[in-house]
């Protein structure tokens, strides 16, 4: 063993008593290697027991109390939408459209690229009345608002945030710096995955060139374990990079490489005893069935033409169309997380694609009727039932026209507003058909029935079976919980 | 000297504590009238008032009590009494604190409460102090109604008309480890061996319940109704089966008509029919049923709708 102050460390982290003693010496004999394509689960590993195995991280695990919600899909939408062009009608904001953005609320404030006094700007696209349930929607959605009597659309969002990489982490992993475990971290940690032929957590971005502000910490499993990270998959071409064997390479070839892999990962665990040393193993094992079932589950050609027409869908192409698709299908495999991610809602003003005269209506137009359809499908399928979606971004945009630098600029734009944003929910346990929440007349504050960020998380939490206050992972001193330290709430007014 | 010449340079003792006495008592007297928090406080030791307590189900324990937990009792509570204040129960909020009562019964006006909660977040006097969440507009209109109705502990919810309702936090259900364990234990051996035979597909729903769920979904058509009449002996605890895709057919009916908890069914894909669903109608728990890909037709799922049971799937398509 080369000798590393590195190594030392963690495996004086790694060491607790409990693991000295549980683990012994070589109970790790033949642990994973027996089975090429294990079974759902091991007999040993079955979901009726509580106790975590080391050996198996994503066995399924039941949740502390009866779920509502099974699986999620989370579409975030990175940049932060306009809620004003989408969801939060302000009529009073459209009559003093174009004039001074009062004192009062720019006073102490501070915004990204605002200053001076900005005017107040009215939303740019009608809204309607829609649904059964008279929800507000502007024209920009008209697929989705075909399934607005299944939404629970948050008016009311805030978060401290002002900033996309922190305020992306926030409402991804709970909170602003990087280093926390993110949502699907937390829940596959907590409930293990369904099949295990595949990633508990699944994550899909849109578009292959643009990526995250706040990049992969975004999907990272932080202080929990590295086996409980998101996964991330590609739409085009092997879902994941070096999936397939090289050529020339025959499965099982593969095996006997992954074999001897294995022998010295067991012999380095059973040196250092770090439990990262079994993530790694299980991940080159989970590798190996995945080359079977990952490419078949992302293998959107196998949807009969008349499904892809509905999402839009294109095989070969990176497209969220694609992704809701795939999506779709991950979920019925017993995918616990599926994490999509679609870039470009940040409407500034700045370049065309950042208007919201153009930027804002390609986003909507790249997205509503994949959104739509994937519902649709969800439905049908009596998936939606325990299958918990949640769209939105990170923020909100200000009810004030942005003048980067004081000048009027060259598109329409709205700088990011944490102060108050929309967000929708349907599937598992949500009410739907309903409207969350308020702002004010300007839409500059909530007034009603504030959601936080971290009330968010707990209901997420709720529906999946776990109480926020004791779902916790204890590092550096402190029980870790995805609400943070600040009191948070489950909020009632959005379960069914 | 005599006894009686000694003793002129001090009052005699009776008189002395008589003093004593009087003065301290004049003392509270004093402050009781001062200070009206300080009388009740004063008369509820001496028993000689009630402490007064908010009805369980009043306007005060429903609505106030929970935005005084919520925003004012970290520093106004049973820990901590900023300026002698207490806000964590209703004896003690009217009571108020070092610098007098806080809440007048239907003075709004002169109640120190409210002109403290109402004021700009960056005002000293501001409450709760800067930095801390500020009470919205609803839980403001909340406490001004409550105290221009008489700040009562008793006043019923629904008399106070007007008030904004407040979002309330949801109670973690209570469950008894003991009992699900003992319930466990009742069927542990059938459920060993079914686990054993069907690795993975049965599970517990909760980790403090004895409930369980059976999904077979990933087996394909390999799980027929031989393979589901295996676990009858443990369908009085069955809550949830997945079916999808699997081998089985109406032939299960009975089987699955014998499931008393049995409150979600899902058969996509299978050869089902509406015999299997006509079985499902007296399933008094049932709550939702896919039928995805079946051959139930809507006439048979219609009696099922109208037990109240949701119906996910393409029957409208048939």
């Known amino acids: ?496 | 000297m005599s006894d009686n010449t000694r003793a002129t340079g001090y009052l005699p003792a009776w008189l002395y504590l008589a003093l004593v006495a009087l003065v301290t008592t004049l003392g509270i007297a004093i402050a009781m009238a001062l200070r009206p928090a300080f009388a009740n406080s004063v008369l509820e030791f001496l028993h000689l008032q009630a402490t007064p307590q908010a009805a369980r189900n009043s306007f005060y324990a429903v609505r106030v009590a929970p935005l005084f937990e919520n925003h004012c009792i970290s520093c106004h509570g049973e820990r901590r009494q900023k300026a002698a204040l207490r806000l964590d129960s209703y004896a003690f909020a009217l009571r108020g604190g070092r610098h007098g009562t806080v809440i007048r019964a239907g003075d709004i006006k002169h109640s120190e409460l409210m002109e403290r909660i109402t004021l700009p977040p960056s005002d000293d006097r501001a409450m709760p102090p800067e930095g801390k969440t500020p009470l919205s507009p609803d839980e403001i209109k909340v406490i001004r109604l409550w105290i221009g109705a008489g700040a009562s502990p008793s006043i019923k919810v629904a008399a106070i008309k007007g008030a904004p309702r407040l979002v309330r936090d949801v109670a973690i259900p209570n469950f008894d480890l003991a009992q699900a364990m003992r319930q466990r234990a009742t069927l542990a051996a059938e459920v060993d061996r079914l686990s054993r035979r069907y690795p993975g597909l049965l599970s517990y729903q909760s980790r403090n319940s004895a409930d369980m769920e059976l999904d077979a979904s990933s087996r394909g058509a390999a799980f027929g109704d031989a393979d589901l009449k295996a676990f009858a002996p443990v369908t009085s605890r069955l809550v949830r089966i997945d079916l999808s895709g699997t081998g089985i057919t109406d032939a299960s009916a009975s089987l699955l008509a014998a499931m008393p908890a049995l409150k979600a069914l899902r058969l996509a894909n299978t050869k089902t029919g509406d015999n299997l669903v006509a079985a499902l109608v007296p399933l008094k728990s049932l709550k939702s049923l896919t039928e995805t890909g079946t051959g139930a037709t809507q006439a048979s799922l219609a009696s099922l709708r109208a037990r109240g049971v949701t119906i996910y799937g393409d029957g409208d398509a048939k």
């Open chain 1, 1 to 496: 063993m080369i000798p590393s102050p590195f190594l030392d460390q963690c495996r004086l982290q790694a060491d607790t008593r409990r693991q000295f003693l549980g683990w012994g010496m070589g109970g790790l004999g033949a642990m994973f290697l027996n089975s090429a394509l294990a079974a759902p689960a091991k007999p040993g590993a079955s979901a009726l027991q509580i106790k975590r195995d080391p050996t198996t991280p994503l066995a399924p695990l039941p949740p502390p109390f009866a779920p509502k919600a099974r699986r999620v899909i989370y579409l975030h939408t990175g940049g932060s939408p306009s809620q004003l062009e989408l969801f939060d009608y302000k009529p009073e904001l459209i009559k003093y459209n174009g004039k001074d953005c009062p004192e009062a609320l720019l006073k102490g404030k501070r915004f990204a690229f605002i200053t001076g006094v900005p005017k107040l700007m009215g939303a740019m696209y009608p809204f309607h009345r829609s649904g059964k349930s008279g929800a507000w929607m502007s024209d920009r959605l008209p697929h989705l608002e075909k399934h607005v009597d299944d939404l629970c659309i948050i008016n009311s969002m805030r978060t401290d945030q002002f900033n996309h990489a922190p305020a992306q982490l926030l409402v991804q992993t709970g909170d602003p710096r990087i280093g926390h475990a993110s949502l699907g971290s937390w829940v596959t940690y907590g409930l293990g995955s369904q099949n295990q032929n595949l990633p508990g957590y699944i994550v899909m971005i849109s578009s292959s060139s643009t990526t995250a502000n706040a990049g992969k910490p975004l999907w990272g499993s932080g202080f929990l374990p590295s086996v409980y990270q998101g996964v991330q998959c590609r739409a085009a071409g092997e879902p994941v990079l070096y999936l397939d064997n090289p050529k020339g390479v025959s499965r099982a070839q593969r095996r006997e490489v992954l074999d001897a892999v294995d022998e010295i990962n067991r012999g380095t665990f059973r040196q250092l005893g770090n439990p990262e040393t079994v993530a790694r193993i299980a991940q080159y094992e989970m590798a190996y069935r995945m080359q079977l079932e990952a490419s078949d589950a992302m293998d959107i050609t196998r949807e009969p033409p008349q499904v892809l027409a509905r999402y839009g869908a294109e095989p070969g192409k990176t497209s969220y169309a694609n992704n809701c698709l795939v999506a779709r299908r991950l979920a019925e495999r017993g995918v616990r997380f599926i994490q999509l991610y679609h870039w470009g809602w940040d409407s500034h003003g700045t370049p065309v694609d950042q208007g919201l005269n153009v930027g804002l209506v390609d986003c909507c137009h790249a997205t509503d009727q994949a959104t739509a359809a994937l519902l649709t499908d969800l439905k049908s399928k009596g998936l939606l039932e325990d299958t918990l979606v949640v769209w939105g971004g990170e923020f909100g945009r200000t009810p004030m026209q942005e003048n980067r630098g004081g000048q009027e600029m060259k598109y329409i734009g709205r700088d990011h507003h944490p102060a108050a944003f929309s967000m929708w929910l349907a599937g598992a346990g949500i009410k739907g058909g309903m409207t969350h929440g308020a702002t004010d007349d300007l839409g500059y504050d909530v007034v009603r029935d504030p959601v936080e960020v971290r009330d968010l998380h707990a209901t997420m939490l709720y529906l999946l079976g776990f109480d926020y206050r004791s779902f916790s992972y204890p590092y550096q001193g402190l029980d870790q919980k995805l609400t943070g330290v600040k009191p948070a709430r489950i909020v009632s007014d959005l379960l069914a």
